[in-house]
Protein backbone atom coordinates (compact mmCIF):
# COMPACT_ATOMS: atom_id res chain seq x y z
CA UNK A 1 0.00 0.00 0.00
CA UNK A 2 3.12 2.43 0.51
CA UNK A 3 4.27 2.09 -3.08
CA UNK A 4 0.82 2.95 -4.27
CA UNK A 5 0.53 5.82 -1.85
CA UNK A 6 3.79 6.96 -3.04
CA UNK A 7 2.76 7.21 -6.51
CA UNK A 8 0.37 9.21 -6.06
CA UNK A 9 2.25 11.16 -4.18
CA UNK A 10 4.70 12.08 -6.76
CA UNK A 11 3.90 14.08 -10.10
CA UNK A 12 3.93 12.61 -13.53
CA UNK A 13 4.31 14.39 -16.68
CA UNK A 14 0.91 14.70 -18.62
CA UNK A 15 1.75 13.10 -21.56
CA UNK A 16 2.10 9.44 -19.03
CA UNK A 17 -1.27 10.87 -17.85
CA UNK A 18 -3.07 10.97 -20.52
CA UNK A 19 -1.28 8.08 -21.92
CA UNK A 20 -2.42 5.61 -19.03
CA UNK A 21 -5.96 7.80 -19.19
CA UNK A 22 -6.25 6.62 -22.65
CA UNK A 23 -5.48 3.36 -22.47
CA UNK A 24 -7.54 2.50 -19.86
CA UNK A 25 -10.03 5.16 -20.49
CA UNK A 26 -13.63 4.29 -19.61
CA UNK A 27 -12.83 1.06 -18.52
CA UNK A 28 -11.79 3.33 -15.94
CA UNK A 29 -15.39 3.41 -14.80
CA UNK A 30 -15.28 -0.24 -13.21
CA UNK A 31 -15.81 1.23 -9.48
CA UNK A 32 -18.18 0.56 -6.78
CA UNK A 33 -21.93 0.90 -7.09
CA UNK A 34 -21.64 3.90 -5.65
CA UNK A 35 -20.04 5.90 -8.57
CA UNK A 36 -22.74 3.87 -10.98
CA UNK A 37 -25.52 4.89 -8.64
CA UNK A 38 -24.47 8.67 -8.03
CA UNK A 39 -27.29 10.00 -9.52
CA UNK A 40 -29.97 7.89 -7.91
CA UNK A 41 -28.53 8.74 -4.14
CA UNK A 42 -27.33 11.67 -3.19
CA UNK A 43 -24.51 11.43 -0.26
CA UNK A 44 -21.63 12.65 -0.49
CA UNK A 45 -19.61 9.79 -1.20
CA UNK A 46 -21.69 8.81 -3.81
CA UNK A 47 -21.81 12.87 -5.24
CA UNK A 48 -17.87 12.76 -5.41
CA UNK A 49 -18.20 9.64 -7.78
CA UNK A 50 -21.01 11.53 -9.93
CA UNK A 51 -18.40 14.58 -10.21
CA UNK A 52 -15.71 12.46 -11.03
CA UNK A 53 -17.49 10.06 -13.70
CA UNK A 54 -19.20 13.04 -15.20
CA UNK A 55 -16.23 15.33 -15.56
CA UNK A 56 -13.86 13.05 -16.65
CA UNK A 57 -12.58 15.38 -18.62
CA UNK A 58 -12.24 13.71 -22.14
CA UNK A 59 -14.51 11.85 -24.45
CA UNK A 60 -12.68 8.54 -25.92
CA UNK A 61 -12.35 10.00 -29.28
CA UNK A 62 -10.52 12.29 -27.13
CA UNK A 63 -8.43 10.62 -25.38
CA UNK A 64 -7.44 8.40 -28.52
CA UNK A 65 -6.42 11.74 -30.85
CA UNK A 66 -4.10 12.67 -28.07
CA UNK A 67 -3.14 9.67 -27.28
CA UNK A 68 -2.16 9.40 -31.26
CA UNK A 69 -0.01 11.76 -31.56
CA UNK A 70 2.08 11.42 -28.01
CA UNK A 71 2.54 8.18 -29.05
CA UNK A 72 3.71 9.79 -32.67
CA UNK A 73 1.61 7.21 -34.69
CA UNK A 74 3.39 6.89 -38.34
CA UNK A 75 1.18 6.78 -41.57
CA UNK A 76 2.15 3.00 -41.79
CA UNK A 77 1.19 2.48 -38.54
CA UNK A 78 -2.43 3.58 -39.18
CA UNK A 79 -3.92 0.12 -39.31
CA UNK A 80 -2.62 -1.79 -36.24
CA UNK A 81 -3.27 2.24 -34.29
CA UNK A 82 -7.19 1.77 -35.60
CA UNK A 83 -7.55 -2.09 -33.49
CA UNK A 84 -6.29 -0.18 -30.83
CA UNK A 85 -8.69 2.82 -31.13
CA UNK A 86 -11.44 0.44 -31.55
CA UNK A 87 -10.28 -1.66 -29.49
CA UNK A 88 -11.02 1.65 -26.64
CA UNK A 89 -13.85 2.58 -28.37
CA UNK A 90 -15.55 -1.03 -27.37
CA UNK A 91 -14.05 -1.05 -24.04
CA UNK A 92 -16.20 2.39 -23.17
CA UNK A 93 -19.40 1.02 -24.67
CA UNK A 94 -18.99 -2.02 -22.75
CA UNK A 95 -18.58 0.14 -19.62
CA UNK A 96 -20.99 2.78 -20.78
CA UNK A 97 -23.55 -0.34 -20.51
CA UNK A 98 -22.82 -1.74 -17.45
CA UNK A 99 -23.27 1.73 -16.01
CA UNK A 100 -26.48 2.03 -17.62
CA UNK A 101 -27.93 -1.83 -16.08
CA UNK A 102 -26.73 -0.59 -12.77
CA UNK A 103 -28.43 2.12 -12.63
CA UNK A 104 -32.00 0.22 -13.31
CA UNK A 105 -31.76 -1.38 -9.57
CA UNK A 106 -32.28 1.33 -6.57
CA UNK A 107 -29.00 1.17 -4.34
CA UNK A 108 -31.35 0.65 -1.46
CA UNK A 109 -32.94 -2.02 -3.08
CA UNK A 110 -28.81 -3.83 -2.97
CA UNK A 111 -27.73 -6.16 -0.37
CA UNK A 112 -24.32 -6.53 -0.10
CA UNK A 113 -23.95 -9.45 -1.27
CA UNK A 114 -25.87 -8.28 -4.69
CA UNK A 115 -23.19 -4.90 -4.22
CA UNK A 116 -20.39 -7.08 -4.64
CA UNK A 117 -21.30 -9.15 -7.00
CA UNK A 118 -22.10 -5.99 -9.07
CA UNK A 119 -18.81 -4.65 -8.36
CA UNK A 120 -17.45 -8.10 -9.51
CA UNK A 121 -19.36 -7.46 -13.41
CA UNK A 122 -17.31 -3.96 -13.43
CA UNK A 123 -14.35 -5.24 -12.22
CA UNK A 124 -14.76 -8.22 -15.18
CA UNK A 125 -15.32 -5.53 -17.41
CA UNK A 126 -12.38 -4.01 -16.64
CA UNK A 127 -10.03 -7.13 -16.88
CA UNK A 128 -11.60 -7.99 -19.86
CA UNK A 129 -10.90 -4.51 -21.65
CA UNK A 130 -7.54 -4.72 -20.73
CA UNK A 131 -7.39 -8.39 -22.36
CA UNK A 132 -8.79 -6.75 -25.65
CA UNK A 133 -6.71 -3.60 -25.51
CA UNK A 134 -3.38 -5.62 -24.60
CA UNK A 135 -3.64 -7.55 -27.79
CA UNK A 136 -4.55 -4.91 -30.05
CA UNK A 137 -1.47 -2.56 -28.52
CA UNK A 138 0.78 -5.97 -28.34
CA UNK A 139 0.58 -5.93 -32.37
CA UNK A 140 1.26 -2.06 -32.89
CA UNK A 141 4.25 -2.03 -30.47
CA UNK A 142 5.43 -4.71 -32.02
CA UNK A 143 6.22 -3.30 -35.21
CA UNK A 144 7.48 0.05 -34.04
CA UNK A 145 11.37 1.51 -34.72
CA UNK A 146 13.58 1.35 -31.29
CA UNK A 147 13.30 5.12 -31.08
CA UNK A 148 9.47 5.00 -31.25
CA UNK A 149 9.51 2.51 -28.52
CA UNK A 150 11.80 4.05 -26.61
CA UNK A 151 9.06 7.09 -26.33
CA UNK A 152 6.10 4.67 -25.99
CA UNK A 153 7.62 3.30 -22.96
CA UNK A 154 8.27 6.78 -21.77
CA UNK A 155 4.92 7.88 -22.22
CA UNK A 156 3.52 4.55 -20.34
CA UNK A 157 6.10 4.39 -17.56
CA UNK A 158 5.15 4.56 -13.94
CA UNK A 159 6.49 6.50 -11.55
CA UNK A 160 5.54 3.20 -9.06
CA UNK A 161 7.87 1.35 -11.34
CA UNK A 162 10.65 3.76 -11.16
CA UNK A 163 9.77 3.48 -7.33
CA UNK A 164 10.27 -0.02 -7.23
CA UNK A 165 13.44 0.14 -9.20
CA UNK A 166 14.71 2.80 -7.11
CA UNK A 167 17.66 1.48 -4.39
CA UNK A 168 16.14 1.33 -1.08
CA UNK A 169 16.94 3.68 0.92
CA UNK A 170 19.05 3.37 4.22
CA UNK A 171 18.02 5.07 7.81
Known amino acids: MSSFIHSIAVSAPSVRSVAIAALMGATMLATPLTAARAQQVATPQTQAAATASATKGETVEQRITALHASLKIAADQEAK ?4 A ?3 R ?3 AN ?4 VAA ?3 TPPQNL ?9 QKFAQAHVDG ?3 LIASFEKLYAEMPAAQKKIVDTVFDTTER ?4 APAKQG
Open 81 to 84: WNAV
Open 86 to 88: QAM
Open 90 to 92: ENA
Open 95 to 98: MDKL
Open 102 to 104: SRT
Open 111 to 119: NAVDDLKSY
Open 130 to 132: LKN
Open 162 to 165: KADA
